[in-house]
């Protein structure tokens, strides 16, 4: 009896060393940069690189109003108009000349943007408007214009969505559906009827990216997808099911992208601009705004490269492909209809370059707690289980108290977007004649994230003992989950 004890002792014993071993060798893997990503990433930032930037652009701010598109004589309905991407369309519009009175704001609440609270933006119309609803849309887009613009053309900028990045639960889809995919719908539908010819709107990178595998052989080389390159192939390919992205939100985006492709035509043309991952460019927002608001933050993809995009480049993007659609439609049809990635005029970064980036220059103290990427990774799906129990077991709801903070979006699905991704502005640069927008980046990563740190300092001029707190699109997304979670149990 005593022997076979030992023997299972040591069985235990034998598969715990082999299984740490094994979770050793993955978090070798994932703590890694393959060869090919180096190649295509840029230099690392410097502190002095990024002071001397940061005076630059102090001392001359950037002007890049001469590099919009010229000025289309019509008007403009944009939904999102109050956050990250929409904020900077209404801007570039207000630039290059339209009148306050010809842009509409459609959405869900006004703007915590102090670029957007001053001057004419504040003149710009706004109505709450909930997407996911067909009356609320319907009522937006029927609303009388002023009568020196009610009979130029429409074209709407569909920038409204819900990002909850991580998630990938089915028992979550439902959420993201209603707004990304029927609020798509009602926006198209309310477009159309409005007497909209141009519909330009703002899809995703996340689409192409498939899950991350991390549970490889001990001898692979990296773990399955641990990087890859965003483009549109896979628009050429059939929609995959739900489970063949890596969370719900880039499955519903893709569900709305191909809503908006097909909808086009001869009378109203549309297309689609895929942000690549990491969309910046305002304190509210998660890629930099978050970190910003943080004194402590802990992390482990210091090392993991990725092309992000600025929203002022974004929303040039925008006005560009509009510029296309508004063309005649033998010259727009080559262009209509399909989705164009758009990523800053440069080569990628690392993590670590914004966390230097953070701590050289910003007024408040900022300094970060490495994590082994195996932790997390076992992490991520004890929380998802955990999160799925209520709704497998309702009995639990009761019983289990329910996640807050920040743990609750640490899901198997961050992964897939932590890490390496790789976008090029090839395709979107190309000229019309050549099957692109003629797109060109006005801001590069090394600007675009200084001059939101430099933004956040001037916020924080008078007290640099505080750190204001905004609603980023995840948090934002969140109240409105639980609005619409109400409004579904009410009815």
């Given at each position: 009896m005593h022997i076979v004890a030992g023997w299972a002792l040591a069985a235990i014993w034998t598969v715990l060393a082999v299984l740490t071993l094994y979770l050793y060798r993955v978090n070798q893997l994932l703590s890694g940069t393959p060869d090919e990503v180096r190649?295509?990433?840029?230099?690392?930032?410097?502190?002095?690189?990024l002071r001397e930037t940061y005076k630059r652009l102090q001392d001359n701010p950037i002007d890049y109003t001469d590099k919009l598109p010229p000025k289309l004589d019509r008007r403009y309905v944009v939904t999102g108009g109050s956050g990250l991407v929409g904020g900077f369309i209404v801007l570039q519009l207000l630039a290059?000349?339209?009148p306050s009175e010809s842009i509409r704001i459609v959405d869900i609440r006004k703007t915590e943007r102090n670029d957007m609270r001053a001057g004419r933006a504040a003149e710009v119309d706004f109505v709450e408007t909930d997407i996911a609803s067909a009356d609320s849309v319907n009522a937006a887009f029927a609303r009388p214009w002023h009568r020196s613009v009610a009979r130029l053309p429409l074209t709407v900028f569909h920038t409204a969505a819900v990002i909850l990045a991580s998630e990938r639960s089915g028992f979550q889809y439902a959420f993201p559906e209603a707004v990304n995919v029927a609020g798509t719908k009602n926006v198209l539908a309310a477009a159309r009827r409005a007497g909209a010819d141009v519909f330009s709107s703002t899809s995703s990178g996340s689409i192409s990216i498939r899950p991350v595998m991390p549970f490889v052989a001990p001898w692979a080389s990296s773990p399955r997808n641990f990087w890859q390159v965003l483009?549109?192939?896979?628009?050429?390919a059939p929609l995959r099911e739900r489970e063949g992205y890596f969370a719900n939100y880039p499955a519903s985006k893709?569900?709305?992208?191909?809503?908006?492709?097909?909808?086009?035509g001869e009378k109203f043309r549309t297309g689609c601009i895929r942000p690549a991952n990491g969309v910046y460019g305002n304190p509210t927002d998660n890629t930099v705004g978050d970190p910003l608001s943080r004194e402590v933050l802990p992390t482990w993809v210091p090392h993991i490269v990725q092309n992000f995009v600025h929203g002022a480049n974004v929303a040039i993007a925008h006005l560009h492909h509009e510029a296309v659609l508004a063309l005649p439609w033998p010259e727009s049809s080559r262009i209509a209809g399909r989705p164009f990635v758009v990523t800053d005029p440069n080569r990628a970064i690392t993590y670590n370059d914004l966390y230097t980036a953070i701590g050289t220059l910003s007024v408040h103290p900022f300094r970060t707690i490495s994590v082994a990427p195996v932790i997390?990774?076992?992490?991520?799906?004890?929380?998802?289980?955990?999160?799925?129990?209520p709704y497998k077991y309702p009995s639990l709801r009761k019983v289990l108290p329910e996640l807050r903070g920040d743990i609750r979006?640490?899901?198997?699905?961050?992964?897939s977007i932590c890490t390496h991704l790789v976008a090029s502005n090839e395709e979107v640069s190309k000229p019309v004649s050549q099957g692109g927008l003629g797109y060109s980046g006005v801001l590069t990563t090394l600007e675009g994230m200084v001059?939101?740190?430099?933004?956040?300092?001037?916020?924080?001029?008078?007290?640099?003992s505080m750190r204001k707190t905004y609603t980023t699109s995840i948090s934002l997304a969140e109240q409105i989950q639980k609005l619409w979670a109400v409004g579904i149990s009410s009815v």
């Open positions: 190649k295509l990433a840029g230099e690392r930032w410097t502190p002095d690189q290059r000349g339209h483009d549109v192939k896979d628009f050429d893709a569900m709305a992208e191909r809503l908006v492709c097909g909808a086009n997390i990774l076992l992490l991520t799906y004890a929380i998802e289980i955990y999160a799925e129990l979006h640490l899901k198997p699905g961050i992964f001059l939101e740190i430099l933004e956040w300092n001037r916020e924080h001029a008078d007290d640099a």
